[in-house]
């Protein structure tokens, strides 16, 4: 017998999640916050999970924590669930209307655990690529929502995962307005943007909204939100592994809404250090950085970024490589770091980019 016979065509045409595992001095791919908490903040996390103990299981359903983020984040306790990052969400989203093979319609290029997830659980991906401005193409978006015979789950992110920008608000609410099914705004980078379609909530009963903490800073701990219409959210928990979040998580979820301050504190430094960042790239012959709304920046360049990767891993910084054919030709995407390793980072790509044009 043949084990793969047994796996479902759409697992056994993918890939899995492209992570990147080289060793490297500075890690400016996964957009992570390059800082770490101050020392007492650290003594006081440890100190709390010092509490916990571990030969029990983990609070189910997290319901104090529940509790805390909604009010947090002023919503019903109903209407919001939590998971094991957001990753999870998306995929129990996905799994929750398994079955009914769902037209799952993202933006290219985006996150790409919407098209993983959708396919994982059997449903049709539909990618609509972004136009020149990277901003959402309208038309054909609504084309298919018009047209389409199944139910439809959109997935957006805000701001866009790679590219760094939030697509416009007003073509956000026609899509919503004008879906026959669920549309979900990713609101992973809001820390390092401040929008957010929380106040549409009331709206909107198809909207659904994803939050996470990795990005300001507990991406080792995995805790995300998905906030939406109490009746959805009811049948998404059902799909939910029981203790899907662990005491570890919960601890270090309770103790980011009490030190919030701190962490928000960083967000601000990180987006001051990539307005640096994106003014410096700007000035390099050849390099074009795309706005950003988010801890990273989005750029393409006039020469074969494969070889600028490849050089920028030998001097031990690891970003992200995204050269594909089309939109995306000789295109990276480099989280922000601190200032010591963004001035390494320029230094590296300079060296880097003379050593390409000479080989040319």
């Known amino acids: 017998m043949n084990l793969k016979d047994l796996i479902r065509k759409e697992v056994l045409s993918q890939t899995a999640y492209p992570a990147e595992t080289l060793s490297c001095r500075i890690k400016l791919d996964a957009n992570e916050n390059p800082f770490t908490l101050p020392p007492p903040l650290k003594d006081g996390i440890f100190e709390a999970m010092k509490k916990i103990d571990l030969n029990r299981y983990p609070e189910p359903g997290s319901h104090r924590l529940r509790a805390r983020f909604a009010q947090h984040y002023e919503v019903e306790r109903d209407m919001l669930m939590i998971g094991n990052g957001s990753d999870e969400l998306i995929h129990t989203l996905c799994t929750a209307m398994a079955g009914r093979a769902l037209d799952v319609i993202v933006p290219v290029p985006t996150f790409a655990m919407y098209k993983i997830s959708a396919l994982n659980n059997g449903h049709r991906v539909i990618g609509v690529p972004l136009n020149t401005s990277f901003d959402l193409d309208l038309g054909v978006i609504l084309e298919h929502l018009a047209t389409t015979k199944a139910a439809t789950l959109v997935f957006l992110s805000y701001p866009n995962n790679p590219t760094g920008n939030c ?171 601190n200032h010591e390793e963004n001035e390494e980072f320029l230094a590296a790509l300079n060296n880097t980019i003379a050593k390409v044009r000479r080989v040319v």
């Open 167 to 337: 697509f416009n608000q007003q073509k956000i609410k026609t899509i919503i307005e004008q879906s026959p099914g669920i549309v979900v705004v990713d609101e992973a980078y809001f820390p390092f943007c401040r929008k957010t379609f929380l106040p549409f909530l009331k709206r909107y009963e198809n909207l659904v909204i994803l939050r996470t903490l990795s990005k300001i800073g507990l991406a080792a701990m995995r805790i995300g939100f998905l906030i939406g219409p109490p009746s959805l959210i009811h049948e998404v928990d059902k799909v939910r592994l029981p203790y899907n979040l662990g005491a570890l998580s919960q601890v270090a979820a309770g103790f980011y809404l009490d030190h919030e301050a701190a962490f928000l504190k960083q967000a601000e430094e990180i987006t001051k250090n990539r307005e640096e960042l994106f003014e410096a790239l700007k000035q390099m012959e050849g390099v074009h950085p795309w706005p950003s709304e988010a801890n990273f920046i989005f750029f393409s360049c006039d020469f074969d970024v494969d070889s600028v990767y490849n050089n920028l891993i030998e001097e031990g910084i690891l970003i992200k490589n995204f050269n594909a054919p089309g939109i995306m030709r000789n295109c990276m995407r480099v989280t922000v770091g």
